[in-house]
């Protein structure tokens, strides 16, 4: 039996209940240890790191990450086997809990590049770099994908391609249940456009009971993941998480049986502070740039507008983190 397959049903299933997806600008280091705060045991994903940044770039710059931030999985972009083999080693080299292969984004400038959701036109192609990959690495190699591309809207295609990666040794896949439309639509409106059709994503686990399968998209309450965790192994949120965040911290109790540790919004900001400054002293990063992460924390709250305002002020950045927290939580007319 493939190593891959042997290895992953050996693993609870429950690593895929709950991830936050990988996001292009915004699912940084900085961002994943913000969510990690929120949320001891949902799997975080990096943004997608293309094979070649990873073997002609700065690898160091792509890869770090806190050791808090486990579980944490590197997202690569590429279509070539060998560096995709390459890009998984150094993934595992530096710590990453699984590895994953972007077979969804539909952007132009990721087609230009020939992979991403034009990859699911050539399932055999993911194949062979899902099995380099497998053949290097012991932790587990995953795919994220769309139900189907453009006008492609019958189930026989996005089922053959899941059967065929499957044969390789993926035994995990997040499934996007929108098409991706190559032509025609931005990034933006690919995430809106599209229909959403979990019941194909549902189809795909009665269709393949042994694989792992998480279903992401549109995604914003709980009401829906507890609907969607009855049909499929995992549910994964996007933006609702980023500007949300609040509603991560209760993920652990609800959806883990974990509510060992009681979270405030203050006691998040403080840990943030203190992650800003550390990081100012070892890496000369300057805090807003780690500060924009968790803008929507107070959403809902009175005085949130204004908190956000003072954390996004530019005419701040000179001030340390912590006398920016202070003033943020002064209300106005107050003074020390």
Known sequence: MNKQITQTNQQDSSMWRMSVAPM?????KHCRYFHRLLSQHTLLYTE????????????ARHLRFEAQEHPVALQLGGSEPGDLAHSARLGEQWGYDE??????CPSERVQRGAFGACLMNEASLVADCVKAMVDVVSVPVTVKHRIGIDKIESYDFVRDFVGTVAEAGCNVFVVH????????LSPKENREVPPLRYEIVAQLKRDFPALTIAVNGGI????????????????????????????????DGLYYQDESKERTREAIEEQMVLYMECEAREHGTNWYSIARHMLGLRNGLAGARRWRQVWSDHRMKTQPPH?????????PGETD
């Open 24 to 28: 292009m600008d915004w699912t940084d």
């Open 48 to 59: 997608m790191v293309t094979t070649g940044a990873l073997v002609h770039g700065d690898v």
């Open 99 to 104: 590895i994953n292969l972007n077979c969804g």
């Open 177 to 184: 249940a929108r098409n991706a439309w190559l032509k025609g």
């Open 220 to 251: 914003k309450t709980d009401e829906v993941v507890q609907q969607q965790l009855g049909l499929v192994d995992g549910v994964m949120v996007g933006r609702e998480a980023y500007h949300n965040p609040w509603w991560m911290a209760s993920w």
């Open 323 to 331: 006398e920016v927290m202070k003033l943020a939580r002064t209300k």
